[in-house]
C-alpha cells in the first residue's frame, strides 16, 4: 500500500507548528482527557497495543490519540469523513507526534477509502470507529485479519446502528463497546455539542441571521433536541418532523411546531437533517421549497438529503461561498446546499468543542483499556459502556468544573432501597 511505506498522508507537513497551537488550545478545555493520560503515562495500560482509529481529525481527536500514545498504544489514525480533517491537525500528528496519519481534507472517495486501507494496514489489535468504516472494511475485504483484533469501540449512534445491525445477522466477527451508549457521550456531545456547533457551520457558512427565519429540523433524537433548542435561542421559529410518535410528542411539548416534512418544505428557510436515515429531504420536497432556501445536513452520512435527485432536477449548480452550492431549479429557484450535504458542523465549522469532546473521548480511552482488560471475557457482540466508566466520567468533569454535589446518608440510602415506608 503505497500510503503505509511513507507512513503518513498528509496535506502538508509544513502546517505542524499551526496544529500543534490548535491541540494545546483545545487541551485547555480538556481537563478529564489530561488526568487519565496522567495515569495512561504511568500504568501504560495501552502497552504494544496497535489501535487503528477512522475518527474527525480535529483537534481534539488529536489530545485523544496523544492519550492513547501515553497509554503505550501504537496509533495509526484516519479519517471518518472526507470534509472533516484539519489539515494542521493532521500535520501535527504526523511530524509533531509520530503518529501514523492518513488523511486530507477534500479527499476524494478513493483516497477516503485507501486512507482507510493504510490504516488497516498496521494489523490493528483494536478498532475506534466513527461511523463503523473500519469495522465494515475489516469484515468485507479482510476477513484473514480479524483474529487479530480483541475489540473495537464506537463513537456515534449511526455507527451503533450498523453494529447492532451485524451482531443481530451474527456477523459481527469481535467484541465492541458503544462509546455513543454512555450517558457521559451522548446526552452532552450529541445534544450540546452538535447542536452548537451545527448552528455554528450554518452561519459560517452563509453568515445568514437565524432570527426570524423558519428552522426545520428532521429528527428529534439527541442531536435533534440540542439543535432545536440553540435554533430558538437565536429567535427561529422551529419546526420539528419526525417518525417517532413519542418523540414528536416531545418536541411539541418542549414549544416547537410539529408536522410532515411534506408541509415543512413549503414554509421552510433552513432545512437540517439529523435523523441517521436515508432521503429524508426527497425530491417531492425539493419540489416545493421556497426560493433561497437553505439545506444542511449534521447526521453521520450524506445520505439524508437526496442529492442525486436535486441534481437531477436542477438545471445547473454553481458554487457561491466555499460552503454553498446553488441549485438553480427550471422554475428559477434557487436551493442551497451547505458542505456537499456532508455533516455540516465538521464541513464548515470545527466539529464539537472541545469541552464535550473531553467527555467522550474520555469514555474513549477508558473503553480501550477496558476492552485490553477484558478481552478474554468478551463476546462478538455490541455492548454498553461500563456504568463505572460513565459515572466516573461524569465525577471527573463536575470535579474540574468546580462543581460539589451531594452524597446520600445512610438514612437516605436505606430509604432509597427499601419499601415497608408508606404514607
Ligand atoms: N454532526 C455530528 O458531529 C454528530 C454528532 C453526534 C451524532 N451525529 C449523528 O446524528 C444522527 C442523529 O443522532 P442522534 O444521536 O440524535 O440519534 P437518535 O437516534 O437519538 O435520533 C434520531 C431521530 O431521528 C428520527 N428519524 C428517523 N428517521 C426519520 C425521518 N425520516 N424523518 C424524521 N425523523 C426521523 C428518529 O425517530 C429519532 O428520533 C446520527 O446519524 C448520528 O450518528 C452527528
Not at 137 to 150: D, N, P, T
Not at 166 to 185: F, S
Not at 237 to 245: K, N
Amino acid at each position: 500500500m503505497k500510503f503505509s511505506a511513507k507512513g503518513n498522508d498528509v496535506k502538508d507537513l509544513n502546517l505542524a507548528k499551526e496544529g500543534h497551537d490548535l491541540i494545546e488550545w483545545a487541551a485547555r478545555e480538556m481537563p478529564v482527557l489530561a488526568l487519565i493520560r496522567k495515569r495512561f503515562a504511568s500504568e501504560h495500560p495501552l502497552k504494544g497495543l496497535k489501535l487503528a482509529a477512522c475518527l474527525h481529525v480535529t483537534s481534539e481527536t488529536a489530545n485523544l490519540m496523544l492519550t492513547l500514545k501515553a497509554g503505550g498504544a501504537d496509533l495509526s489514525l484516519c479519517a471518518s469523513n472526507p470534509l472533516s480533517t484539519n489539515d494542521a491537525v493532521a500535520a501535527a500528528l504526523a511530524a509533531t507526534h509520530a503518529i501514523k496519519t492518513y488523511a486530507i481534507r477534500g479527499e476524494d472517495n478513493d483516497t477516503y477509502y485507501e486512507h482507510i486501507e493504510a490504516a488497516l494496514d498496521h494489523h490493528p489489535a483494536m478498532t475506534m470507529d466513527d461511523g463503523a468504516d473500519l469495522v465494515s472494511v475489516l469484515h468485507k475485504q479482510r476477513e484473514s485479519q480479524i483474529k487479530e483484533v480483541i475489540g473495537g469501540t464506537e463513537e456515534t449512534t449511526t455507527g451503533v446502528v450498523r453494529l447492532r445491525a451485524m451482531a443481530a445477522k451474527g456477523v459481527l466477527r469481535y467484541p465492541i463497546v458503544a462509546v455513543n451508549e454512555a450517558d457521559t457521550k451522548h446526552m452532552f456531545d450529541n445534544r450540546y455539542g452538535t447542536g452548537q456547533s451545527t448552528i455554528d457551520g450554518i452561519i459560517r457558512a452563509t453568515n445568514v441571521l437565524l432570527a426570524g427565519k423558519t428552522f426545520v429540523i428532521a429528527g428529534y433524537g439527541w442531536v435533534g433536541r440540542g439543535l432545536a433548542s440553540r435554533a430558538k435561542g437565536h429567535g427561529a421559529d422551529v419546526v420539528v418532523t419526525e417518525v417517532d410518535s413519542v418523540k414528536a410528542l416531545e418536541a411539541a411539548m418542549d414549544g416547537f411546531r410539529v408536522m410532515k416534512m411534506e408541509d415543512a418544505a413549503k414554509d421552510g428557510d433552513i432545512f437540517v437533517t439529523v435523523t441517521g436515515d436515508v432521503n429524508v429531504l426527497d425530491r417531492h420536497h425539493f419540489e416545493t421549497m421556497k426560493d433561497g432556501a437553505i439545506l444542511a445536513n449534521s447526521g453521520h452520512f450524506n445520505s439524508e438529503i437526496n442529492l442525486k435527485a436535486l441534481d437531477d432536477l436542477a438545471t445547473g449548480v454553481r458554487q457561491v461561498r466555499p460552503s454553498v452550492q446553488e441549485y438553480k431549479m427550471a422554475d428559477g429557484r434557487r436551493l442551497h446546499i451547505l458542505g456537499e450535504g456532508r455533516l455540516i458542523n465538521l464541513a464548515a465549522a470545527e466539529g464539537h468543542p472541545a469541552a464535550v469532546m473531553d467527555m467522550s473521548f474520555a469514555n474513549q480511552a477508558l473503553c480501550a483499556e477496558y476492552i485490553v482488560k477484558n478481552a478474554s471475557k468478551l463476546e462478538n457482540k455490541v455492548y454498553d459502556v461500563p456504568d463505572d466508566i460513565d459515572a466516573e466520567v461524569a465525577k471527573l468533569k463536575l470535579h474540574a468544573m468546580g462543581i460539589e454535589i451531594d452524597t446520600l446518608t445512610a438514612e437516605q440510602k436505606h430509604y432509597l432501597t427499601s419499601w415497608e415506608e408508606g404514607t
